[in-house]
């Protein structure tokens, strides 16, 4: 069982940046893909970005220049450095591990690509 933990969340004005951070329990982090999805009222969950064990990292178009992914095995943390902030980044952002290794294909962008999940962060954006 992996346990999942974000932090960083918060209200930032348009134009801004945040970082979040979301710590991983377990030993086998390195082994794992992780990824961040995000979720505003009313919408369905979708992808920000992803992370593989051996560093390749995938973005949404959305976020593309904008949002960096990271990964600190030693720390068993992955963080989502977000800079340029537009209102339309509003969301509860989720930290998410794929522990069976489908970062290789299409499900690295998809919900059912990840076993577990944290609780979620509020980011807020102001215009």
């Known amino acids: 069982q992996v346990q999942l933990v974000e932090s960083g969340g918060g209200l930032v004005q348009a134009g801004g940046s945040l970082r979040l951070s979301c710590a991983a329990s377990g030993r086998t982090f390195s082994s794992y893909a992780m990824g961040w999805f995000r979720q505003a009222p009313g919408k369905e969950r979708e992808f920000v970005a992803a992370i593989s064990w051996i560093r390749s990292t995938d973005y949404a178009d959305s976020v593309k220049g904008r949002f960096t992914i990271s990964r600190d095995n030693a720390k068993n943390t992955v963080s989502l450095q977000m800079n340029s902030l537009k209102p339309e980044d509003t969301a509860v952002y989720y930290c998410?591990?794929?522990?069976?290794?489908?970062?290789?294909?299409?499900?690295?962008?998809?919900?059912?690509?990840?076993?577990?999940w944290g609780q979620g962060t509020q980011v807020t954006v102001s215009s």
């Open positions: 998410a591990a794929d522990a069976a290794r489908r970062y290789g294909s299409i499900r690295r962008r998809m919900t059912e690509g990840y076993d577990y």
